[in-house]
């Protein structure tokens, strides 16, 4: 089934672009029809790599992003209204994704060989909560750049608003995830974290996400400061992934 992986991905990767031209020439329908059968496409993905490796998607560069495009995929389409500009939230969204099976273009379109400790719910649990933070980050970043980008006078604040309540909900699941690693090193090493590059970066991610939702004031700069750091924070999350999925 090793070959199924790789069709599924360049199926995949032909739809979600389908879906980004569709929606760039407000072909509202089309870009609704074509990014259900992309989720749907992507959802079977995920499965297919499941199946052939025997553990969930979250531990790889391609399952984990793949993940990461299925959640953004399902907010994008069902969760945000149709919109009429052409680089709306939505659009925002499916060039997210390609930019995540972009990153996948240089690493190996195949499932990742069994390791008996993935089956462990502390390990399966902090690889997934990260790979929810990610997509939540993202979708987050998706509200902040359109409103980032309008002129002052046609920004729309509810924009704004809902780009920091995904981006409470991405810090959330980060969090959970960093004490399943806290239970899954006590019950591995009998401690819990020590200073490492591990450590290291989740200090980064987490340091970006509280200047994100704690810088000061309440006016256009302070809002405009938000936005950069809200839009950074995936950034460093994606690079973060990618840096330990090299070899």
């Given at each position: 089934m090793e070959h199924f992986v790789f069709t599924g991905y360049v199926i995949?990767?032909?739809?979600y672009g389908g879906v980004l031209l569709s929606a760039v020439l407000r072909q509202s329908r089309?870009?609704?029809?074509?990014?259900?059968?992309?989720?749907a496409a992507n959802a079977a993905l995920l499965a297919i790599i499941s199946m052939v490796s025997g553990q969930a998607p979250v531990f790889d560069i391609l399952g984990g992003l793949l993940l990461v495009c299925f959640v953004l995929g399902l907010l994008g389409t069902f969760w945000r209204p149709m919109e009429e500009d052409s680089l709306s939230v939505r659009t925002w969204?499916?060039?997210?994704?390609?930019?995540?099976?972009?990153?996948?273009?240089f690493f190996p379109k195949t499932a990742p060989p069994y390791m008996y400790r993935h089956n462990d719910v502390w390990v399966v649990l902090f690889h997934g909560f990260r790979c929810l933070a990610l997509s939540f980050a993202l979708f987050s970043a998706a509200h902040f750049i359109p409103y980032r980008l309008a002129p002052v006078r046609k920004r729309i604040h509810n924009q704004?608003?809902?780009?920091?309540?995904?981006?409470l909900l991405s810090a959330l699941f980060?969090?959970?995830?960093?004490?399943?690693?806290?239970?899954?090193?006590?019950k591995g090493w009998g401690d819990f974290w020590h200073w490492s590059p591990a450590f290291f970066q989740s200090t980064v991610i987490i340091l970006c996400l509280m200047f994100a939702f704690h810088i000061p004031g309440k006016n256009r700069r302070s809002d405009d400061l938000r936005s950069i750091m809200a839009v950074l924070v995936p950034l460093v999350m994606l690079t973060v992934k990618v840096i330990k999925g090299l070899p």
């Open positions: 995949d990767f032909m739809l089309l870009s609704r029809s074509l990014a259900v059968l992309a989720v969204v499916w060039i997210e994704v390609l930019l995540l099976l972009g990153v996948t273009l704004f608003k809902q780009g920091r309540n995904f981006l980060f969090l959970c995830g960093e004490y399943a690693g806290m239970i899954w090193c006590q």
